[in-house]
């Protein structure tokens, strides 16, 4: 029985934060002067084990779920990662395995991670240019080196997909540099909306470059673009092709929200489910895992809670002001 929301969408895709802790500190998601040495991380004793991961998964393959997404914080550095990938590819040989990673340590554990079953990677890269990424990250890893993970991952076989985010003014000189270089490599890029989740990033509709905005100028590089069919209405990007065959997509979230068909569910580190990126409030897991909660009960329990769900944060923001918001590290991008 397929799980639906009160607006009749499925519960299809499950991102699952590994780690609430990164090795980056993006100016727009993890600001040092927040996430400087008195931030308060989880403690270990509150993260899932790799086994309730598995047991959440296992309870909701039955209710439709095709997709997994492992995110964080930065999911590679949980320790042993490809071993919760290997346990998830025994539930299910055609689970859709994901990673969303800024590429950091891939170049190491890539040959561990396609062994265990991943199915493929997004990688987020926000600039080519080296002082423009430094700057973004907060970090002094270098884009080449992320490019090389790229490749690698690629001669391995796994699809590779890049995510960048764009702020005006920031790294907007970015886009076609990117373009040219994701492209020549077949790996498409999608260019994402700043949102405005958490709040330490003090992000404002100023800072947001939309994606008609960016279509035009890529238009005017690139030549026509055209819109591609969406594989499936619940595809977060809305895809276009250049002439030369380059694959570009459009995370519009800001100005082209797409709740309608939203089948996401996150489940934070700490084992709450999130049935929206700006949910004010997890669902508490932990609690039953740790009660020894058969398959059974956990799958009416989170039946329980995507059945009461009316989320659609994107299409009423400018309604909600004053909202508590949680951190994207925290609940899981
Ligand atoms: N650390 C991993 C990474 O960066 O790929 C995974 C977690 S990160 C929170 C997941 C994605 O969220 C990244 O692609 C990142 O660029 C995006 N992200 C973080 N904060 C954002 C914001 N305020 N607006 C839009 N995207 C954001
Ligand atoms: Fe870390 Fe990813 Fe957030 Fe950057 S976007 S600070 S890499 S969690
Ligand atoms: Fe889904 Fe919430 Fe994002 Fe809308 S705002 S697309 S409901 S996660």
Known sequence: ???????????????????????????????????????????????????????????????????????????????????????????????????????????????RLKQAGLSRITVSLDAIDVDVYQAMGDTTSTPDSI??????????????????????????????????????????????????VGATNSWNLEHVVTGEELRHKIGKEFGSIQPIKPDHPSDVARTYCTDSGYVIGFIESISKPFCGDCSRARLSANGSIFTCLFATEGFDLRGILRMNASKNELSTAISAIWGQRKDRYSETRSEKTNLKRIEMSFIGG
């Open 1 to 111: 029985m397929v799980l639906k929301d009160v607006f009749k969408r499925p519960l299809l895709d499950l991102r699952i934060s590994v780690t609430d802790r990164c090795n980056m500190r993006c100016r727009y998601c993890m600001p040092r002067e927040h996430f400087d040495k008195n931030h308060v991380y989880l403690p270990k004793s509150d993260i899932l084990s790799f086994e309730e991961i598995v047991r959440v998964v296992e309870a909701l393959l039955p209710a439709g779920l095709r997709k997994v997404r492992l995110t964080g914080g930065e999911p590679l550095i949980r320790k042993d990662l490809h071993k919760l990938i290997r346990q998830l590819r025994e539930l299910s040989p055609e689970l859709d395995i994901a990673l969303t990673t800024n590429a950091h340590l891939l170049s190491k554990s890539i040959q």
């Open 147 to 196: 490019i090389e993970s790229i490749d690698k991952t690629l001669a391995l076989g796994i699809p590779v997909k890049v995510n960048t985010v764009i702020q005006k003014g920031i790294n907007e000189n970015q886009v076609m540099p990117l373009i040219s270089q994701m492209g020549s490599r077949n790996v498409p890029i999608r260019f994402i909306e700043y949102m405005d």
